[in-house]
């Protein structure tokens, strides 16, 4: 069965302090991937996604991520954070079955604080 | 605007007592989900539905009853809640094959 990891489950940061977040699933065929994000009392937003071509991703708020298929791998990062990204953010994965299944995998999430 | 809503925000019930949580949404989508979020657990999806009267389990359908009468409208069904249904909830919905899912603001229950 599919599954996604973080091991991170809390992160402290100062501001301008570089992000980066783990994220690993265990599939060995072709994956779609996701970093959502969950600011305090809201719903999940979409930061960026993964489907083909160029592994380094781009997504809103200056986050990228990198797919490293070898290690199963694709981390989430920012070079500079700010008080505002204080939220969680979860990793997930979806096994694309052709399109067959929608279904996405969700890892435990991250909860990033960042200290002004 | 493009949107996935749901209602009630918040609920507190007590145990037995027959609830619903609606979800509705404006953007034509087939595929509608809903999902649980518990501390340290991520979000687990419930239930399904890849297009009217098509549903199916995700990986904690217990307890739970969806059902799929219109495109827009994906209500979940509490038939005799439980104090370990006590959690945050999600609906979620996209096109079909499109894999990039919107959600809805949650809805915070409490069972007694």
């Known amino acids: 069965a599919q599954s996604v990891s973080q091991h991170n489950h809390h992160v402290i940061l100062s501001e301008a302090a570089s992000l980066e977040l783990g994220c690993n699933y265990s599939y060995g065929g072709t994956v779609n991937l996701f970093w959502y994000v969950q600011y305090p009392g809201q719903h999940l937003q979409l930061l960026l996604k993964y489907f083909s071509g160029d592994p380094l991703v781009k997504g809103i708020k200056g986050f990228e991520a990198e797919f490293i298929k070898s290690k199963f791998s694709f981390n989430l990062r920012k070079p500079s954070v700010q008080w505002s990204d204080t939220a969680e953010y979860f990793c997930?994965?979806?096994?694309?079955?052709?399109?067959?299944?929608?279904?996405?995998?969700f890892g435990t999430g991250t909860l990033l604080a960042v200290q002004p | 605007e493009a949107q996935v809503t749901q209602n009630p925000r918040y609920l507190i019930t007590v145990t037995g007592k027959k609830l619903t949580v609606t979800c509705s949404q404006n953007m034509n989508h087939e595929y509608m989900s809903w999902y649980r979020q518990d501390p340290g657990l991520g979000l687990r999806q419930i239930y399904y539905s890849m297009n009217v009267e098509v549903t199916d389990k995700g990986d904690v359908p217990e307890g739970y009853k969806v059902s799929r009468k219109e495109k827009r409208n994906f209500p979940l069904i509490l038939e005799s809640p439980s104090p370990n249904q006590t959690s945050l909830y999600f609906c979620?919905?996209?096109?079909?094959?499109?894999?990039?899912?919107?959600f809805g603001p949650g809805t915070r229950l409490t069972v007694t």
């Open positions: 997930a994965v979806n096994a694309g079955y052709g399109g067959a299944t929608n279904k996405l995998i």
């Open positions: 979620a919905s996209s096109l079909l094959g499109s894999h990039e899912q919107y």
